[in-house]
């Protein structure tokens, strides 16, 4: 099957979200423009490296005094809206890369699906026309602010942390794995 590519330049909307309950949610990058939208399924810990990756990008631009790249998120451009619908999951995301496009001053996010074959390489993020299924979004650096926002909401909105072993709590509890364990 020949690779799709899903490219977004200066998309209306770019958000990590999730659905389900705390413990059992499901997490997604959404991108939309105009009547376009594309879904992929991520790993709660791809989204927190994604996230705090582009936050460290950000800081340093904007130290380097980078115009288009605001030292914190604009409130008003804060998104609450869940995820668009309808929620098609395009693919699992297997591989991520994050730059700086100076000429558009852009960031570019790709995010690559995991290879049919388990196998990644360094190429996975290429044009090879028989890689894995990419999606490739452009961004200015207001948005980019607001989607780091979003993402740790979305991140930190999960289970509370156990006060003595600091793991997720599930509403029934959980054996505590730290001595004299105890059912939280």
Known sequence: MSRRVY??????????????EPGGRTF????RKGGDVVSVVLEKTQVAVLAQQLDALLDILA?????????EADPAQADEAPLGEPLVEAFRVGAMALAWDEEHDRVVIEAAA??????????DTDDDPEGPDLVRIRIDGPTARSFVERATRVI???RPLCPQCAEPLDPQGHICARP?????
């Open 114 to 123: 995991v290879p049919e074959d388990g196998e990644s390489s360094p190429d």
């Open 28 to 31: 997604f990058l959404q991108a």
């Open 180 to 184: 004299n364990a105890y059912l939280n």
């Open 63 to 71: 130290d380097r005094g980078v115009e288009s790249v605001p030292v």
């Open 156 to 158: 930190a909105a999960g």
């Open 7 to 20: 490219t977004f330049d200066g998309p209306d909307r770019f958000v990590a979200g999730t659905i389900g």
